[in-house]
C-alpha cells in the first residue's frame, strides 16, 4: 500500500489513450466504416417464445424496392451441427425464444431492410414455453427445445472462467430434460459440520436476467475479398475466438477468415461471435457486403444478457465467527444456450474467499424459453455474492459479531485451500476489508439518523489466464508502436502503453498501441475474464525488454560503452554516472533502419503463459436511506476498496471501480429482464428497464489497495470484474442496516421495498 | 428504427396548418419527442406530419389577471420562465424540470405532451389543479376546454383531429397561495407511478389531481379526504407497479405536495 517510487511511469496517473478521438468524435465504430456497394440487413425476429416454424413468407418483402434477398435458415451455408448461436444463427425449424431471429432482410438501404422486415409473414405452431426455471427442472415437465441437435460445442466457455468448472454430478438426482449440466462440489462432512455449528442461516435467493446495455448495440460488417477471404469488421472482444466461431460455422480454414476488430463501444462480456455469424453467412450467400447493426430493442431482444439465477444457500459458524460449513444448490437459468452455462463458477464463487471446514454445493444449468445466455461482467458471481454476503451478516448478527470481523477471522490468505480444491494465490481479501473496517463510514454507522443504514460486502473474482503474445517496434522517428491483437477493452491499451514506456525507458506519450486484426497480428485471446492486463500487459513488458536489448546492443556499439553500463531514460540511451555520453532512440533507429544500416531494426517480441491466476478482491460500504412510505431506496455515499495488485495508472483503476460501482447499484436496485407468463419480453426499452444514471449514483470513495501478483506486470492484475460483484449485496445489507428488512430478491425496486415492509416480515 | 414513409409539410401560418390537417391520416409534429418515437417503432404511421414548430405558438405572458402558456413552449422554457417564480405558480416550473432530460426539456412541449395525453406524464396533473382552460383552435375557428374536460383516457382527448391546441390559460391564484408537483418516478421512464399537484389558497381551499395511476389524471373531489377519494378511484396495477403499491404511493405524493404547497404559500 505503500506509494511506490523506483517507477516514473507506473503509478502516474494519465488520461486514456483513446480518449481524445472518443470525446471529440473521431473514433470510427463498426457502424461508421464506408464499404463499396454495401448491404444492410434487417432481422425478423420470433414473437413467439417457443414454437414450430410451419412457413416464412418472403414474396411480399421481395417485393419492396431496394430488397436484395430474404434468407431464413436453410439459405445460409451452415456446415456445422449444434444448437449454439454459432451455428444457428437463424432458427431452423423451432424457436426457442421470443426475439431469436428467424429470417434476415438485406437491401440496398437501411429504410428498404426495415420495411421488407415488416412485411416478411412467418406462421407458427405454439408450443408450451418453459419460463420457470425451478419447475422446468422437475421430471416430466415440458421441455424448452424439442429438435436436440446434441453436438453443440464452440470455444465460449473457456474465455471467462480462468477455473475448473467443477465435478460432474455422480449421484443422479430426478431431472428433467431441460438440465443440460449438473456440478458437485463436495468436500468434507457437511452435515456433521453444520451439525456442530452453533449458529445456522439460510435463504433463497433470486436474481433475474441483466442486460448488458453497452452503449453500442451489437454490429458487424462482412464483405468477401476477391480472393475469396472473408473479412468481418465488427464490434467484439475477440478477435480471434470469433474467426474460429465462423470456421467452425461455415467450415472454412481460418486463414481464409480475416477478423478487424474495431473500436469497442462497450461490451462487459455480451461480444462473443454473436451476429457474426448472420452478417457472414448473408455475405457468403450474396457475395457482396452485408452490414447488420441491431436496433436497441433488437438488442434488447435477441441477445446474450446474464442468466437468471436461484441461489439456495446455508452457512454455519462456531461460536466465535469460524465458519463451518456451506451447502447449496445454484440454479441458472441459460435459457437457449446449450453450450455453456455458469452454474460451475457460481457454484465456486459461491463459497467466496473464505475458508470452510467443509462444503456441498451443486450447480444446474437448465435451457428455458428465455433468451440464451452470456456473459456479463463478473459471469455467475453477483448472484453468488448476492446469497453469501447477505447471510454472513445474517450470521454475523446471530452470533453478535461485527460483520466486519466476522468475514476477517475467515477471509482466506495465499495457501488457503478453496471449493476449487486448489490453493488461492496471493490476494488482498484481508487487505480490502481491513480498509474499509478503518473508514470513517464504517466507524460511525451506529450514530447515523433514522431508516439510514451502512452495509458492507465483499466479493472476488479470481481472475483468468490465457497465453498471449506482443510485438514493440521502435520508429525511425524513436517513438514506438506496440503491436497486439487485444481488444481494448476498458483502457488495456493504456495501460500497455504505461508498461511498455516503463520498461523500455520513453514516455507513454511516445507510444502507440495498435490493436491488429487477426491477419497480422500477434496472438492475443479474447478481452474478458479480467486476464487482459495480466498475460498480454506481460507479453507487452516482455516485448519491451526484448526490443530494449537491442537497442542497448546496438547502442554499445555506438558509444563503446559495454551495455550493462549504459541506461535509457527518456528516450536517450546514456552511461550510467556519465550523463553527457549518451545517444538518443531516435538516432540508433534512424542508423538501423535506413538501406545499408548496420543495426537490426529495434523491435522485440513477447510472450506470457501465465498458469497461476491473479483473483482480485473488493470490499463495499454503502450508506443509504430507505423512504417506508414509498419503498425508495437513496445512496448517500459509497466507499470501494480493491485490490488491484498494482495501479498501472491510478485514474484508469479508478474509472474501473466507479463502473463497477455502478454497475452494482444496477443489479441491486435497478435492472430487470422480465418475461409475462407466455416469454414475452416485457422491458425491453430503456423506457422500462433501467440502468443506474448518473443523478443516480451517488460519490464514490474509490480506495486502491496494492497487494502485488507476482507474475503480473509491475505486480498488476486483472480488475475489471471484480468491483461489481459485491454491490448489490453491500446495498442490501445497508437496507437491513436501515429499516431491519432482508430482501432476498434483485432488483430491490420501490413495490418490492414497500410491500416486504408492509409485510412485516422477510420477503 | 426508420419510419414508414410519411410525407411532411411545415406550416408557416395558422391556415397552412389546419389546410394541411384536413388530411384525416395526418398527425401534427411539434416537439417530436412523443411523436417520432413511436412513428420509429411504426407504432404511429402517420401519411403525413404537419410540423408546427415554426408557428407563433410558444412563450409564457401575463395578461389580464390569466397566465398564458404558448403549446409550443418547451419545458425548458418553463422551468426558466420569470413569470413562474412564485409561490402561487411554482408547482409549474418544478413539474417541467422532473420531466425527462435535459435534452428532452429542451424539445419536448407543453402543447404536445397534453395532445399525446399519456396517463403517467406529469403535467396533465398541474394543469388540472391549477384550473387550466385549453384554447384549441380549428379552421372553423376556437373553443376552450376546461383541463378537467379535456383528458378522456389513455392517448384520448376532448382535441378533434383537425384542432391545434394554442394556448393553456390558468387563472392566477390569489395572493398567498402556493402549489407544488410531487412524484414517485418509474426508474426507467421516469414517468409518474404516482404524481400530485397541490394548490393552497389563503382561503384554506385547496385543488389536488394525481396522475399516473390510472385512465388518465384526475381531480381529487374537494369535498372528500384525499385517502377517501382514491380509496374509491379506479387505479392501474401492472408487473412493476401493483395496484396496490400505486394507490398507497399517490396518497404519500398528494400528502406531500399539500405539504409543500403549504409551506409555499405560508413563506409568501
Known amino acids: 500500500m505503500q506509494a511506490v517510487t523506483e517507477y516514473s511511469v507506473i503509478g502516474v496517473a494519465r488520461p486514456r489513450v483513446d480518449a481524445p478521438d472518443k470525446v471529440t468524435g473521431a473514433t470510427r465504430y463498426a457502424a461508421d466504416g464506408y464499404v463499396h456497394g454495401l448491404l444492410h440487413a434487417r432481422p425478423v425476429l420470433s414473437t413467439e417464445a417457443h414454437a414450430r416454424i410451419l412457413s416464412v413468407e418472403r414474396e411480399a418483402a421481395l417485393a419492396v424496392s431496394g430488397v436484395v434477398a430474404v434468407l431464413i435458415a436453410g439459405d445460409l451455408p451452415i456446415a456445422a451441427a449444434g444448437n449454439d448461436r454459432t451455428v444457428e444463427p437463424l432458427a431452423r425449424e423451432e424457436v426457442v425464444f421470443a426475439g431469436q431471429p428467424v429470417a434476415i432482410v438485406v437491401a440496398e438501404s437501411e429504410a428498404a431492410a426495415e420495411d421488407g422486415a415488416e412485411l416478411v409473414l412467418v406462421e407458427y405452431e405454439r408450443l408450451e414455453p418453459v419460463v420457470d426455471v425451478e419447475r422446468a427442472m422437475r421430471p416430466g415437465e415440458a421441455l424448452a427445445r424439442l429438435v436436440d441437435d446434441a453436438e453443440s460445442g464452440g470455444d465460449l466457455e473457456s474465455i471467462h472462467a480462468g477455473v475448473d468448472r467443477g465435478e460432474d454430478a455422480e449421484d443422479e438426482e430426478e431431472l428433467s430434460g431441460n438440465v443440460l449440466d449438473t456440478v458437485h462440489r463436495n468436500s468434507g462432512d457437511a452435515v456433521a459440520a453444520f451439525e456442530a455449528s452453533d449458529a445456522i442461516v439460510s435463504g433463497t435467493f433470486r436474481t433475474p436476467w441483466i442486460y448488458q446495455a453497452y452503449i453500442e448495440p451489437q454490429v458487424a460488417t462482412a464483405w468477401l475479398e476477391p480472393n475469396e477471404t472473408l473479412v468481418v469488421s465488427t464490434s ?156 454472513l451478516d445474517e450470521l454475523a448478527a446471530e452470533l453478535g459479531l461485527d460483520p466486519v470481523e ?56 479470481p481472475g483468468g489466464n490465457e497465453p498471449a503474445a506482443a510485438v514493440c517496434r521502435i520508429n525511425q522517428d524513436g517513438t514506438m508502436t506496440i503491436i497486439t491483437s487485444a481488444v481494448d477493452m476498458s483502457g488495456v491499451n493504456t495501460g500497455f502503453a504505461a508498461i511498455a514506456a516503463e520498461a523500455f525507458g520513453l514516455s507513454p506519450e511516445q507510444v502507440r498501441v495498435v490493436s491488429a486484426d487477426t491477419a497480422t497480428g500477434p496472438y492475443s485471446g479474447a478481452s474478458g475474464g479480467s486476464k487482459v492486463t ?10 519491451a525488454e526484448a526490443a530494449r536489448e537491442k537497442l542497448l546492443a546496438a547502442a554499445s556499439e555506438e558509444l563503446e560503452i559495454a551495455p550493462d553500463d549504459l541506461e535509457v531514460v527518456d528516450g536517450v540511451v546514456r552511461a550510467v554516472g556519465a550523463h553527457d555520453r549518451s545517444i538518443s532512440v531516435e538516432e540508433i533507429s534512424r ?158 425496486t420501490p413495490p418490492r421495498v414497500w410491500a416486504a415492509l408492509n409485510d412485516g416480515s422477510d420477503t | ?171 392566477l391564484p390569489p395572493h398567498g397561495s402556493g402549489s407544488a408537483y410531487v412524484k414517485v418516478e418509474h426508474p426507467a421512464s421516469g414517468f409518474a407511478l404516482a404524481g400530485a399537484a397541490a394548490l393552497m389558497q389563503p382561503d384554506g381551499s385547496r385543488t389536488i389531481a394525481v396522475t399516473g395511476i390510472g385512465a388518465q389524471p384526475f381531480l381529487l373531489s374537494n369535498n372528500t379526504e384525499p385517502g377517501a377519494a382514491l380509496a374509491e378511484a379506479e387505479i392501474y396495477g401492472d408487473r412493476f407497479a401493483s395496484e396496490e403499491y400505486r394507490r398507497h404511493v399517490a396518497g404519500v405524493v398528494v400528502r406531500r405536495a399539500l405539504e409543500r404547497a403549504a409551506e409555499r404559500a405560508k413563506g409568501v
Open chain 1, 236 to 391: 467484439t472482444q475477440g478477435s480471434f475466438v470469433t474467426q474460429r466461431e465462423l470456421a467452425r460455422a461455415f467450415d472454412l480454414p481460418l486463414e481464409r477468415i480475416r477478423i478487424v476488430a474495431e473500436p469497442l463501444g462497450g461490451a462487459f462480456g455480451g461480444k462473443f461471435a454473436l451476429v457474426e455469424p448472420l452478417a457472414a453467412g448473408a455475405a457468403l450467400v450474396l457475395r457482396r457486403p452485408v452490414r447488420l447493426v441491431l436496433t436497441r430493442g433488437e438488442d434488447f431482444q435477441a441477445t446474450n444478457p446474464a442468466s437468471a439465477q436461484v441461489s439456495e444457500l446455508r452457512i454455519g459458524a462456531h461460536k466465535d465467527g469460524t465458519l463451518t460449513a456451506i451447502s447449496g444448490r445454484m440454479i441458472v437459468d441459460r435459457g437457449s444456450n446449450a453450450g455453456w452455462g455458469v452454474e460451475g463458477i457460481s457454484s465456486l464463487l459461491v463459497a467466496g474467499p473464505y475458508r470452510w471446514e467443509a462444503h456441498d454445493i451443486r450447480g444446474y444449468g437448465v435451457q428455458t424459453n428465455r433468451f440464451t445466455f452470456g456473459a456479463y461482467r463478473g459471469p455467475g458471481a453477483p448472484a453468488a455474492a448476492f446469497a453469501l454476503e447477505t447471510l
Open chain 1, 406 to 461: 466476522l468475514r476477517l477471522r475467515n477471509a482466506v490468505v495465499e495457501g488457503d485451500v478453496g471449493v476449487s480444491g486448489n490453493p488461492f494465490p496471493t490476494m488482498g481479501a484481508v487487505e480490502v476489508l481491513q480498509r474499509v473496517q478503518e473508514h470513517a463510514l464504517w466507524q460511525t454507522r451506529d450514530s447515523l439518523p433514522d431508516d439510514e443504514g451502512v452495509g458492507v460486502a465483499l466479493g472476488y473474482w
Open chain 1, 534 to 543: 495480466y498475460t498480454v500487459g506481460k507479453a507487452v513488458l516482455r516485448a
Open chain 1, 591 to 748: 542508423l538501423a533502419l535506413r538501406f545499408g544500416g548496420r543495426y537490426e531494426p529495434i523491435e522485440g517480441h513477447g510472450g506470457s503463459a501465465q498458469t497461476v491466476g491473479a483473483p482480485s478482491a473488493a470490499a463495499h460500504l454503502v450508506h443509504v436511506r430507505v423512504d417506508r412510505e414509498t419503498g425508495e431506496v437513496e445512496l448517500l455515499g459509497y466507499v470501494m476498496a480493491q485490490d488491484v495488485g498494482r495501479a498501472l495508472n491510478p485514474a484508469l483503476v479508478e474509472g474501473q471501480m466507479r463502473g463497477g460501482v455502478a454497475q452494482g447499484i444496477g443489479w441491486a436496485l435497478l435492472e430487470e429482464l422480465a418475461h409475462d407468463e407466455d416469454g414475452q419480453l416485457l422491458t425491453g426499452s430503456f423506457m422500462d428497464y433501467a440502468i443506474p444514471l448518473a443523478e443516480r449514483v451517488p460519490d464514490i470513495d474509490t480506495l486502491i489497495v496494492e497487494v502485488p501478483a507476482p507474475d503480473g506486470p509491475y505486480g498488476a492484475k486483472g480488475i475489471g470484474e471484480a468491483p461489481v460483484i459485491a454491490g448489490p449485496p453491500a446495498i442490501a445489507n445497508a437496507i437491513a442496516a436501515a429499516v431491519g428488512l432482508r430482501l432476498r430478491e434483485l432488483p430491490m
Open chain 2, 1 to 171: 428504427m426508420i419510419p414508414a414513409q410519411v410525407a411532411y409539410v411545415r406550416a408557416s401560418t395558422l391556415e397552412e396548418a389546419f389546410d394541411a390537417l384536413s388530411d384525416p391520416d395526418a398527425k401534427v409534429l411539434a416537439g417530436g419527442h412523443s411523436l417520432l418515437p413511436v412513428m420509429k417503432l411504426r407504432i404511429a404511421r402517420p401519411s403525413l406530419l404537419v410540423d408546427i414548430g415554426r408557428l407563433e405558438l410558444g412563450g409564457v405572458r401575463l395578461d389580464d389577471g390569466k397566465l398564458r402558456l404558448g403549446a409550443l413552449a418547451t419545458w425548458d422554457d418553463l422551468v426558466r420562465a420569470d413569470e413562474l417564480e412564485t409561490p402561487a405558480l411554482a408547482a409549474i416550473a418544478e413539474c417541467a424540470g422532473v420531466i425527462g432530460d435535459l435534452q428532452v426539456r429542451n424539445r419536448g412541449t407543453l402543447g404536445g405532451s397534453l395532445a399525446h395525453a399519456d396517463p403517467a406524464s406529469d403535467m396533465p396533473a398541474v394543469v388540472l389543479a391549477l384550473g387550466a382552460a385549453l384554447e384549441l383552435r380549428s379552421s372553423e375557428g376556437e373553443r376552450t376546454v376546461a383541463a378537467a374536460d379535456f383528458f378522456r383516457g389513455p392517448f384520448t382527448t376532448a382535441l378533434h383531429a383537425d384542432e391545434l391546441i394554442a394556448e393553456i390559460v390558468l387563472p
